[in-house]
């Protein structure tokens, strides 16, 4: 069982900058893929960014690439993962999801793959 808390989302301009953060609380010393998902209003759930279970491997969505950085802290038995966000558009205007992937061992890019899911974080971008 793991539980997915994000956090970060407000409104910011567009060019602004925004770090969004995912605590994961779960079996202790687990370690699992997880991502960040986005969803606009009247739009499907897409994959933003992913990282794999060792944070070797990062993985971004074209739209995102060169503005986005994934990253995630292990340190002291916390789990949490980061979304930095630079250059910020008005296309990026979305609800943020965290997921985790701790049984499916597919693809990190389709949202059938993550077993769990945080509640979302609303980030606005005004023109």
């Known amino acids: 069982q793991v539980q997915l808390v994000e956090s970060g989302g407000r409104l910011v301009q567009a060019g602004g900058s925004l770090r969004l953060s995912c605590a994961a609380s779960?079996?202790?010393?687990?370690?699992?893929?997880m991502a960040w998902f986005r969803q606009a209003p009247g739009e499907e759930r897409e994959f933003v960014a992913a990282i794999n279970w060792n944070d070797e491997i990062t993985y971004y969505a074209d739209s995102v690439k060169g503005r986005f950085t994934i990253s995630r802290d292990n340190a002291n038995g916390m789990n949490t993962m980061y979304l930095q966000m630079a250059s910020l558009k008005p296309e990026d205007t979305a609800v943020y999801y965290c997921a985790a992937q701790l049984y499916n061992s597919g693809s990190v890019y389709p949202v059938r793959n993550y077993d769990y899911w945080g509640q979302g974080t609303q980030v606005t971008v005004s023109s």
């Open positions: 779960g079996p202790p010393g687990s370690r699992y893929p």
